[in-house]
């Protein structure tokens, strides 16, 4: 069993042989831009800051009261990967209500002068736990998923190694 976290929830929404060649540190293209994926995901929420709360191992960009409930928030440079935004969230007001917190969570896109809050509920949850146990299991397979063209493909570290010709 691997220890699941939000970055590997994050790519599961995304791209399931991306999330394999994650788990099993597949060194991406040395030339790509993209490499340090680290990096990329950086790019794709705003600059950490001294804002930054770590509460047990889990790291958020905001973290404020509202009537009395705590309220957990990430800042996002854009929306358009929302589902993976969404279910990293819902994993860490998950891993909080473990720990007795009840927490509402919130996605800040300042550029595009958005909130989106989310809230853990069983429905969110049971979803939430098949991609946990579907990530155990694409975590167990010898062989990642054929490459399958999406949007994110332009600006993944794989690229390369998914669509070279030849
Ligand atoms: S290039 Fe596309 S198919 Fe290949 S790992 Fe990246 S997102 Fe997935």
Redesign the pocket.
Known sequence: MIDVTGTHIWYYF??Q??LW?ILHQIAADQEDENLDIGRFLSENTYQRNKKEVLIGNIKVDRVRKENGKLVIGEVKKTSRYLESARYQLLYYLDVLRQMGIDATGELLFPEEKKTEVVEWSIEAKQKLDHAISEIQQIAQKPVPAE????K??NK?A??E???AEG
Do not use: N
């Open positions: 995304i791209c042989r991306e060649l490459p399958e063209k999406i994110f493909c993944c794989y690229r190694y998914c669509w």
